[in-house]
């Protein structure tokens, strides 16, 4: 195995989004002013640890489907000869088994979560129809965030803002499919308008507005919050619009069609590729959309994680004056608040058995009890 471009290509690959969701939960998070513990790094890094093994087994069935496509997907290491398929059924068993078991001791819920985002991730491989394996996408997406939430905060996501968190899902879902037909069709200049037009697109998008009507109480009590993750998002979306125009020369046909040869404009447009081309160079970046997009969702995390800490910084007073003087729909707010609820009695029925984060930290609210009698 090429140590150095395994973890490069494949592992950094697979951490950039993690790290990109982990901070978007951590910034949802502000909305409820939790501040996740210092030991909730160990949570985080035994889920990870366990979801990674997903990565391996994908990847080994993907394998020859693989062969038969042309991509310039470069975290595919097996594919590339990086890593042999002995090595990737040897690491991904044992980091599923080893991840699995200290998770679950650590903390049972996220052990469960943990283990049905592999299961059903697993399980995806396997699907052939479309539509269903990006459904599948969806519940495995929301079930990492849910992770991610209980290793940092010990809970499940509030109701107020699952809806959210589903708007995220979906999207990522209907993106992911635009994205997998760009891999396999890298020069076929139809592949996105291709990709816009089938179920696995239209189904997560068409939910996606449904669940943000769903999210109009948490817009209408935290305005400011989605505000700047609206710059974010829009900000990311940009960055790759550019990036992914610059090395596509059909765009200047198209260009040239909307601004009607406009040689300003088309001069301008000139520039902005020289300018994101040298970019890309300067950083050693080789043009690929999956290699670019690593990079950028770093960027995306790193922004978002800023973000978080910024609004801790602002004043509460402040915050305020961005309040809308609207109230949600009476029966949306019924159906979001009921789904809180379901989730606080299930989650006190699963904390019912205690893992080793609860006893360490009630050993540690008994000692400062001790402390503070004394």
Known sequence: MRVREFLKDFVLAKLANKFQQIAFILFLGTIQNKVPPVISIIGLSLFILTYFSTYFYNDLMDIKEDREIISSNTSKVLLRGIATEREFISMGVNIGLIGATLTTLWDPLLGITALMSVVLNNIRTHVRNLPLRQLLLVIVELLCLEGFWIALYGELIPGMILPVVLVYTFMYAALHSIYKQILKNPNNPRAVKEALRKPSFLIPSISAVISSIFSIPALIKFPFHFFVLLLSFLGYFTFIYFIFLSGKSIVENSLKK?????????????????????????????????????????????????????????????????????????????????????????????????????????????????????
């Open 258 to 374: 909307v601004l009607h040869y406009n040689t300003l404009g088309v001069s301008l447009k000139k520039n902005i590729d020289a300018l994101a081309l040298r970019t890309l160079k300067l950083l050693k970046i080789k043009f690929s959309i999956q290699s670019v997009n690593n990079y950028l969702l770093i960027l995306l995390g790193l922004w978002i994680l800023a973000s978080a800490i910024g609004i801790k910084l602002i004043p509460p007073n402040y915050q305020r004056s961005f309040l809308v003087t609207l109230t949600p729909p009476r029966g949306i707010y019924k159906v979001v608040n009921k789904v809180e609820i379901a989730q606080i009695e299930l989650l006190s029925s699963l904390r019912e058995v205690r893992g080793l984060k609860d006893t360490i930290i009630s050993k540690r609210e008994r000692a400062r009890g001790e402390a503070t009698m004394n």
